[in-house]
């Protein structure tokens, strides 16, 4: 009988041998679900960018400028002769493979060019043909191939299936960013035009009305009063922002996400709140329409890009005469700040060092930047006891902390929103250890990737993640996700669905504002989302 | 499932209970070798749990699937042991049989190990209808499948909702939506 | 078969050929016992040289340090002060512990579950364990072998070998070293054929060097325990070649002569292969700039400006609106339309 009846696995075709095919030799097969719409070209024609035009990623013909190699290969040098970072990367990786599975989307994906260091082979393999002697002389056997259109189609799937998280880097012993050559790799491609949509139109409409949704100055003002009529129907209090005050001692800039979309806005509000209740206690702060938007979809774009929206912070803090600038929870606007914003639009030197106002510490981290995270500022309040918090009306929640790829290796703050949460909530979980912190996996969405169209690719790379909550719920009935980032509170409530739905995602002033007792407020029964707080369950949550 | 349970005699269970570790080990190496071979060799052999959420998923898949077939097959058990691995491919490269396909390698993989015993031991009859509890649960997979797809453009249409209804409904804009979604 | 590591080995051993027939059959002693070795020298050193101006040239536009761990902020929070360095003491103890044990590559930190026996803890600390082995018992060999350059030979030199030749069975002594690194060159190796994630990534380029060590290792081995070398007269040929007063003494045997000509390809080969990570790695911007970046201002020698979309042409498109829904403006609309550059460099 064994041997009679056909094997199952032989009527489904499945391949179980290796590709015969080396990886050079297995040419990208661009899928759908795994990748963004190409950018619109009018986005692209806002901003002045190169080959603006209708073209469709899973077509043969790209429309390509006719000298298109000579434009990868005058951008390949270009930025060897500007980044000693690329430059040294593309020469001194061994293979060692110690990178290779701590990629989310090769764990997630099980492609095999996810794994980083092939990632980077993809660009090293073009630059040893075309820059180093022993790819010249030996081509292959160097590891070298000439550039073709399958080799540019392959970059762009897979740079485009990389956010730049820099786990990788945490555990390179040279330190090679993955990060890094994905950025400049990029930034050549987008020579020929070929960025992805969700990327490009965001960066197009924060040039213009000064954030990525393109909401225009009046419609900003509109989004948070309807914020101040949410809070007060919450809390009995009404709070009051100001915006483009000249004057007002900090300016506040936070990513246009939390304005725009659930469950960010609460975080919002929770910044509202905050504010209104230290205002008494002397804050004197502002929002601003013009520098509305926090996130920086240049730095997905080129250095260039990343700098030219950038720039309107320092522009507007000058403009409005602050002191110094706080800045709200977000990822990538982090590390842009941290690591590149005194250097690009820097020196800063019409602000002032930043002390905080109500507890006179000074941030002396930040004393040339001039630019304080909010949970910095939030962690020295409760230190100094400045706020008067009941983590009880955060009860009803067991909370885990997602750290955000870019605050946590390209910043190092990891500590303070846990010491801020811990004041906030009663119950609090960490996540596995590999898999927090520095160590942290990536949402799965970053660096321009939460698009929709590509949503099974931000399933796969959000799978690490997703896996790492589930251990915490099973083990601690953890039902709600916290996190400092905005593409985090869009991309999260997505992964949780597909994952683990009964699990919810928060910013971190989202649960501050919660737990805040404020001077006046009416009896709490719910809290900002209009859910019962525990034993507040029969109340008439009005 | 009752009837089945009765058919499936003492003698064929034992049989399958002796070579349970051999039987999972061929089987969890033939669903990870649906993976290329590079990533495969990672499933099998990363053991934490974390930096390998598929491998996991795998191995306690077949070896708890293994065990709900002998107990005897309760729809819900077995649509929630299965959900895991077939969550993970529903958003993989795999067409929809190779997702599921899965399921119908431990016919062949039990057939290898134990077959020659099987026949020895004259239990085909109980085999046959232990065989018929793995056609179920490869239904069982179809409908979970079918699911994760569904819920795949739910999240979709879910999400560019959230993105943009509650800001327009804040607005008060909301009537004006429907003829320019997009609205950027 | 793999044909990338089969090119690397047939290129191996037609070096090794190549010394032999040379050697034994063509009596080309100078050529393989000195002009080889000055030559590859002489690459060596420019190549290198060549290699690290090269990336020195480029500069350090952004310092993109990968934090891995708690930065220095506030008395709450203990930063990590290593793996997060914020000043250059920091950064050198980050160097140095990268450099000498290999940090990131020992951060493959696992985790157990401890309540269910489906997974069992497995130390996955091998790569690490084994690179280390292969770059100490390397840099051992290479000390040891000051004593074919110094005359007399130096303290320390002796007393590593010594500590190397701790294992005294029989004559000659035996050292570790030599050991320690064919076993580590062979792990490393079998580790990038038999795990077909590694056999994927792995390049010609890197099963070369593998193989040429290997050679080297195994040639050296054999002349120290079994087709043993004139040693004395190798000496002779090696100080005459450190003191520029090069010599070919008679009878040293073939097999130095294949060893030193392998050294030689190495030495050539270093500068344009992925060994120049020995260098590379001093220059990497990830490890080697502290982490407070927002403490003190980092300069961009290229920094240039760009075009932005300034305030006053935000403010030009939206006046009226935002006039209306009470924003402050800078201008408020006259009778006549006040044009403005819109934007500006």
């Not at chain 2, 070579?19 to 993976?35: D, G, K, N």
């Not at chain 2, 396909?101 to 134990?114: A, D, E, P, Q, S």
């Amino acid at each position: 009988m064994a041997d009679e009846l056909p094997k199952p696995e032989e009527l489904i075709d499945v391949e179980h041998v290796p590709p015969i095919t080396g990886w050079m030799d297995t040419p990208v097969e661009i899928r759908k679900g795994m990748y963004c719409y190409a950018g619109n070209p009018k986005s692209l024609e806002t901003l002045g960018a190169p080959n603006p035009r209708q073209w469709n990623p899973t077509d043969e013909d790209w429309k390509l400028p006719d000298n298109w190699k000579e434009i990868v290969f005058e951008g390949l040098r270009e930025r060897l002769d500007k980044f000693r970072s690329f430059k040294v990367f593309m020469d001194i990786c061994v293979r060692c493979g110690a990178c290779a599975d701590k990629c989310h989307f090769f764990i997630g994906s099980g492609d095999p060019k996810n794994m980083p260091v092939l990632r980077a082979e993809l660009i090293r393999s073009v630059y040893r043909n075309d820059f180093t002697k022993a790819g010249k002389i030996l081509g292959r056997l160097a590891g070298a191939r000439p550039m073709t259109l399958d080799v540019l189609k392959e970059w762009w799937y897979y740079l485009f299936q990389c956010s730049e998280c820099r786990r990788c880097s945490v555990f390179c012993p040279y330190g090679i960013d993955t990060a890094e050559i994905t950025i400049i790799g990029r930034e050549i491609l987008n020579l020929l035009g070929l960025n992805i949509d969700w990327i490009a139109t965001p960066v197009s409409n924060c040039y213009r009305t000064g954030n990525h949704l393109g909401i225009q100055p009046h419609a900003f003002k509109d989004m948070l009063e309807f914020f101040v009529d949410d809070i007060e129907e919450v809390t009995g209090v009404r709070v009051e922002p100001s915006f483009n005050r000249k004057g007002a001692e900090i300016l506040f800039i936070t990513p246009s996400g939390d304005v725009f979309a659930d469950p960010g806005t609460y975080t919002a509000m929770g910044y509202m709140i905050l504010f209104h209740y230290l205002r008494d206690l002397g804050l004197d702060i502002t929002w601003s329409t013009y520098a509305s938007e926090g996130g920086n979809f240049g730095f997905f774009t080129s250095h260039e890009t990343m700098k030219r929206l950038n720039a309107k912070m320092y522009y507007e803090a000058k403009r409005l005469g602050v002191k110094w600038i706080l800045g709200g929870e977000c990822g990538h606007m982090w590390r842009v700040i941290h690591q590149y914003m005194d250097t690009m639009n820097g020196p800063a030197d019409f602000l002032e060092e930043p002390v905080s106002p109500i507890t006179g510490t000074r941030f002396t981290n930040a004393k040339s930047t001039k630019m304080v995270h909010i949970a910095e500022f939030t962690a020295d309040l409760i230190y100094h006891k400045k706020l008067n918090l009941d983590p009880s009306r955060n009860d009803h929640l067991k909370v885990t902390f997602h750290d955000s790829c870019n605050p946590s290796r390209g910043m190092g703050m990891l500590d303070e929103p846990r010491y801020v949460l811990q004041n906030v909530c009663n119950n609090f979980y960490e996540m596995p250890s590999n898999t927090i912190r520095e160590q942290t996996f990536c949402c799965g969405s970053g660096s321009g990737l939460n698009a929709g169209e590509d949503m099974e690719l931000r399933m796969m790379g959000g799978m690490p993640r997703a896996n790492a909550v589930h251990f915490v719920k099973e083990k601690y009935d953890v039902n709600m996700l916290a996190c400092v980032c905005a593409i985090d509170r869009a991309a999260l409530p997505a992964l949780m669905d597909y994952y683990e739905p009964e699990v919810g995602v928060t910013g971190l002033h989202e649960l501050v504002a919660n737990a805040l007792i404020l001077p006046g407020e009416k009896k709490k029964t719910t809290n900002l989302r209009g859910e019962p707080l525990l034993g507040m369950e029969d109340e008439d949550a009005e | 499932m009752g009837a089945i349970r009765q058919l499936l005699s003492n003698d064929l269970e034992k049989l399958l209970i002796e070579s349970r570790a051999a039987i999972l080990q061929e089987w969890f190496t033939l669903v990870v070798e649906t993976y290329p071979s590079e990533t495969a060799r990672f499933l099998k052999s990363q053991k934490d749990p974390f930096a390998n959420p598929v491998g996991r998923a795998v191995r306690n898949g077949v070896e708890d699937l293994f065990d709900e077939l002998l107990r005897g097959l309760n729809r819900e058990h077995a649509g929630a042991l299965l959900d895991p691995m077939i969550r993970i491919r529903a958003i993989q490269n795999f067409t929809p049989s190779e997702a599921i396909g899965f399921i119908f390698f431990l016919k062949t993989v039990i057939r290898k190990i134990i077959g020659k015993k099987i026949l020895e031991r004259n239990l085909s009859q109980e085999f046959y209808a232990f065989e018929s509890k793995v056609d179920d649960l490869g239904l069982i997979a179809f409908d979970i499948y079918m699911k994760c797809r569904e819920k795949i453009y739910e999240i979709k249409a879910n999400e560019f909702r959230n993105r943009h209804y509650s800001a327009f409904r804040r607005a008060g804009l909301i009537s004006e939506v429907p003829d320019d979604p997009a609205l950027k | 078969m793999n044909a990338n590591y089969m090119y690397s080995l047939i290129a191996v051993i037609v070096l090794l050929l190549l010394a032999y027939v040379g050697v034994a059959g063509l009596h080309l002693e100078v050529l393989f016992g000195i002009v080889f070795p000055y030559v590859a020298m002489a690459i060596f050193v420019a190549g290198f040289v060549y290699k690290l101006v090269g990336w020195a040239k480029s500069p350090v536009p952004f310092p993109i340090t990968t934090t891995s761990g708690q930065q220095v902020s506030l008395p709450m929070v203990s930063p990590a002060r290593i793996d997060n360095p914020n000043n250059k003491l920091g950064v050198v103890i980050r160097m140095l512990l990268e450099i000498f044990l290999f940090r990131s590559l020992f951060r493959n930190t696992k985790f157990e579950i401890k309540d269910t026996n489906k997974f069992s803890y497995e130390m996955e600390k091998w790569l690490w364990l084994f690179a280390l082995a292969f770059h100490y018992a390397f840099f051992v060999v290479l000390i040891r072998h000051l004593r074919f350059f110094t005359e007399p030979v130096l303290l320390p030199v002796q007393w590593l070998e010594k500590l190397d030749g701790f294992f005294q069975v029989g004559l000659p002594g035996i050292f570790l070293s030599g050991f320690v690194l064919m076993a580590a060159v062979i792990y490393l190796f079998l580790r990038r054929v038999w795990i077909p994630q590694m056999r994927y990534i792995s390049l010609p380029a890197d099963y070369f060097p593998l193989f040429l060590i290997l050679a080297i290792a195994a040639s050296g081995i054999l002349m120290r325990y079994v087709a043993k070398v004139d040693i004395v007269n190798a000496k002779e040929l090696t100080m005459g070649l450190v003191t520029l007063r090069p010599t070919i003494p008679e009878g040293i045997g073939v097999l130095f002569y294949v060893h030193v000509f392998l050294v030689s390809v190495l030495l050539a080969y270093f500068p344009f292969s992925k060994l120049m990570h020995l260098g590379g790695i001093f220059f990497c911007p990830t490890r080697n700039l502290p982490g407070n970046t927002r403490e003190f201002r980092y300069e961009n020698p290229w920094n240039y400006p760009v075009k932005i979309h300034t305030y006053e042409a935000y403010e030009d498109e939206f006046r009226e609106k935002m006039i209306e829904a009470g924003l402050p403006v800078e201008k408020m609309p006259g009778p006549e339309k006040n044009l403005e550059e819109g934007e500006k460099e």
